[in-house]
């Protein structure tokens, strides 16, 4: 993904809140889309069918009457973080703010309610930072082994709810890396 029309697209709130709410819950109409979301019906319709526009979601099948049940298309989406375009960089700074304020909200809800959760929660939840002294292929290699390790587990678990254990929760896992120094530091 990487013209600035697409990236646009995306940057919504309520796009970006249709997104995670199939990913999560898996197909679902834009009524019950605006149940989760706390949007109207109408407004989600809409947003849904720009999402369609852009090939982020697809209606699901299974359509009977007016309840149209909508997909996503893909079970993730991958960002460059370089583009040669200004109004791409622009667009994806935009859409990587969006993203973050709303991940982060995220871990603030989960900060305020965890004493909410059973302990075995609780402690089992990761709160943890690390520096590394990196080069920027280092941090590329890491970025690639992770994401090779990470992404194959539990995915089955996103689009087939039968394979989810009892007592599971989405959980997100957020991986930060990015040097904390201005380069001219690095000497």
């Known amino acids: 993904m990487s013209d600035a029309r697409t990236l646009r697209a995306l940057t919504h709130p309520t796009r970006i809140a249709l997104i995670e709410a199939l990913w999560i819950e898996g197909p679902m109409t834009a009524t019950e889309a605006a149940e989760r979301v706390g949007e109207s019906p109408s407004s989600c319709s809409f947003h849904l069918r720009q999402l369609a526009r852009y090939g982020f979601v697809e209606e699901a099948g299974g359509a009977r009457g007016r309840r149209r049940p909508w997909k996503m298309t893909s079970l993730g989406m991958t960002f460059s973080s370089v583009y040669a375009d200004p109004e791409a960089e622009v667009a994806f700074s935009a859409l990587s703010q969006l993203i973050r304020e709303r991940q982060l909200g995220r871990y603030d809800a989960w900060l305020r309610n965890r004493r909410s959760y059973p302990e075995a929660w609780r402690e089992a939840a990761i709160n943890d930072e690390h520096i590394f002294w ?40 957020l991986v930060l890396g990015y040097p904390i120094t201005p380069p001219s530091a690095a000497g």
């Open 134 to 173: 990196l080069t920027v292929a280092e941090l590329a290699a890491l970025s690639k082994r992770l994401k090779a390790e990470l992404l194959p587990l539990y995915r089955e678990r996103l689009t087939d709810p039968s394979m989810r254990p009892e007592g599971a929760l989405p959980v997100e896992l």
